[in-house]
Every structure is written in structure tokens, then in C-alpha cells.
């Protein structure tokens, strides 16, 4: 498909606190939409394109039954070219498509198939099944076909069926479209009996009297041991929320260098930086430097062929006297990695990673 390179710039990787999926742009409805099981527990999550740049998006509508929700991401710059999602197009047996997202939370891929039923009857709803690889990491993400218009909305896979995806179908994502005008921008959910929209939490629909469950309105709050971390991360002045990648996990950049915190062995919070790819050349210096370097309580080794700077800490000791220096000692291995990787290109002729910005 002649688009695809275009279109692609308008998927991206939605990073919340529990995990990733996928969601994408839609130029005439200016927002992002993706599934709603992607952002649950979340009010606030990030979102982040190919450029590894990642941005604050708020969630300001989710339908819990049809697995939808809206995203809006305001300092998001708009993608010149997007999924054509108003279409006449109709989805038949055998037609091919394609499948753009995040699959395991990887870099972005593209998977292709064929529809195998485009009404395929699952739980009393109807969905398009297709043969395409989807993977956890897909959902939310687009199914389009080979003229880059949105068929269907990634929302499954059974774990014990192979070959077998499922996507929800245009027919509903329209009829939640519909509704995109009447969004104040106040977060909103869409009633799974009679889809009226409520903006206040409640224990029941107003329009309909159906039971709502309150917990849609509120965020799953974080670990204590979360919190603590965060605290790092807000020294460097980034909010926390573009660093999150997962339960206790956070992925974010600090200039040019990756960071990566997360548990290790149950007991340790690790924090660690793939700074560089070993040159082919000054290996000896560049050896004798990461031996014989002060880096202080950080950490420079050597795993396969990437040089690393770590810190590792029990987690008990964030409960210490020592928990501001402690605090202090992860959001200077940021600023620090960010230095090193370029005196190790500078100094050693040592090329940054693939991880790197």
C-alpha cells in the first residue's frame, strides 16, 4: 500500500501504569482513540510515536462494554497524513488487511492477513476475525486495508487459538464517533446499556437507572514503593507519567541515553542505561577506562556488546534515613548516563545504542 509509510507516523505506543497497547490518530475527529481494557485504571497516560518522543494524553471518554476509549494529547503535533476512518467501504471474507501497533510493547511493526469472518458472533457481539498476527501490545491499534482505510479496532486474541484475532468492527466505532462533538473534555463514560454519556461518578445511569460501577471513574493508585521512585524521576523534571511502561516499571530518556528502572529478583529496584555499542577499535583504553573510572555509587560493565551504567538498591533502603540520597542517586544516573554516552563517542569512537534519542 502506497500510504503506509505515511499513515504509520499516526500509531503510536499508549504507556500507562499497568502496561502498553497501541492507539492511533484520527485527523477528522482530532483525537486518538484505542481500546478501553489499554487505558483502564488510568485518567492520565502517555503517548509515544516512532520518534521515541513521548507525550501526556488524557483520557476523556471510554466505553467499557464496546472496549473503547478517546484520547486527547493537546501538545501532540498532528500527523500530516492519517487512517481514513470516513469511509463507505464494506468488509468482506478473504479481503487482506493489515495490523499496525506495538506487539509486546517492541517498536512498531506491521502485520498482514486475511479477514476470515467479518461478522464473526463472540460474547453476543460481532467482530471482524482475521488470521493476522496480534499480539498483547496490538490493542487499540488500527486494522486497516490497502487503501489505508480503518476496518476494525485490534481488541484480542485468544491465548489457546492460533491464527485467530479479532478486531471490533467500523459499524460500532462509528456509533461511538458520534458522540466525539458532544465531549466537553471532562473525562466521560459511555453507559454499556444505553451509551448516555455521564461525566459525573455515579452509582447508577441517569438516563437509564442502570448500575454503574464507580471504580471507571477513579484511578488505580500506585504502590507506595511507586511513589517513592517517582520522586527520582521528578527531580529530573519530567513528569512521572511519561515515564511509566508497566507495573513498577518506567522507560524514559534523559537527553540522548535510555533509562530503565524496574524490580529485580523481587528485592531490588534497578536503574540502568544501555549507554553505547563497543567500538571495533581502543578497546583496551576504553576497558581500562570503565575499570578504572570514579563514577561514584554507579556502575559502568559491559553486557554483550553494550556498555552499560547501573545502580542498584535494595528496596528496604527507600524506607531508610537514606531515602533522599537514595532518591537523589537515581536522577543523578540519568544526567550521568547522558554524559557518558557522549564522551564514549567523543573519546572512543564508540557509536550510542539503538535504544538511544
Known amino acids: 500500500m502506497s500510504d503506509i509509510k505515511n499513515i504509520e507516523n499516526s500509531v503510536y505506543r499508549i504507556n500507562t501504569s499497568s502496561g502498553s497497547g497501541t492507539g492511533f490518530y484520527s485527523l477528522e475527529d ?11 485504571g488510568s485518567l492520565v497516560v502517555s503517548v509515544e510515536g516512532q520518534d521515541k518522543n513521548r507525550y501526556i494524553a488524557k483520557v476523556i471518554y471510554a466505553n467499557q462494554g464496546k472496549d473503547i476509549a478517546f484520547l486527547k494529547a493537546a501538545d501532540l503535533p498532528k500527523p500530516i497524513k492519517t487512517i481514513v476512518t470516513k469511509h463507505n467501504t464494506e468488509v468482506a471474507s478473504r479481503d487482506k488487511i493489515m495490523v499496525l501497533g506495538y506487539p509486546y510493547g517492541m517498536p512498531f511493526t506491521v502485520t498482514e492477513g486475511i479477514v476470515s469472518n467479518p461478522r464473526q458472533l463472540v460474547n453476543d457481539s460481532n467482530f471482524i476475525q482475521t488470521d493476522a498476527a496480534i499480539n498483547p501490545g496490538n490493542s487499540g491499534g488500527p486494522v486497516i486495508n490497502e487503501k489505508g482505510e480503518l476496518i476494525g479496532v ?25 458522540i466525539v462533538t458532544e465531549l466537553t473534555g471532562i473525562y466521560t463514560i459511555g453507559c454499556h446499556s444505553c451509551n448516555g454519556l455521564i461525566e459525573e461518578k455515579v452509582s447508577y445511569c441517569p438516563n437509564c437507572g442502570n448500575d454503574i460501577d464507580e471504580k471507571l471513574f477513579e484511578e488505580n493508585p500506585l504502590s507506595d514503593f511507586s511513589l517513592k521512585v517517582e520522586e527520582a524521576i521528578s527531580k529530573l523534571n519530567i513528569d512521572p507519567v511519561l515515564a511509566r511502561s508497566g507495573n513498577e516499571r518506567w522507560y524514559f530518556h534523559q537527553g540522548s541515553a535510555a533509562i530503565r528502572m524496574f524490580v529485580y529478583d523481587n528485592n531490588y529496584l534497578f536503574a540502568t542505561s544501555p549507554l553505547n555499542d563497543l567500538p571495533r577499535k581502543n578497546l583496551i583504553d576504553i576497558y581500562e577506562y570503565i575499570l578504572t573510572a570514579d563514577t561514584g555509587v554507579h556502575r559502568l560493565s559491559i553486557s554483550g556488546n553494550q556498555i552499560y551504567l ?22 543523578q544516573l540519568a544526567a550521568k548516563a547522558d554524559d557518558l554516552d557522549n564522551l564514549f563517542v567523543n573519546d572512543f569512537g564508540a557509536k550510542m545504542t539503538n535504544y538511544s534519542k
Do not use: W
Open 30 to 40: 482530532d483525537i486518538i482513540i484505542t481500546n478501553y481494557h489499554v487505558i483502564a
Open 154 to 178: 485490534v481488541t484480542s486474541k485468544f491465548s489457546d487459538a492460533d491464527n485467530m484475532g479479532f478486531a471490533i468492527p467500523m459499524e460500532t466505532l462509528r456509533d461511538e464517533l458520534e
Open 310 to 331: 547501573s545502580y542498584r538498591v535494595h528496596i528496604s533502603d527507600l524506607y531508610s534515613e537514606n531515602k533522599e540520597e537514595i532518591l537523589e542517586n537515581i536522577a
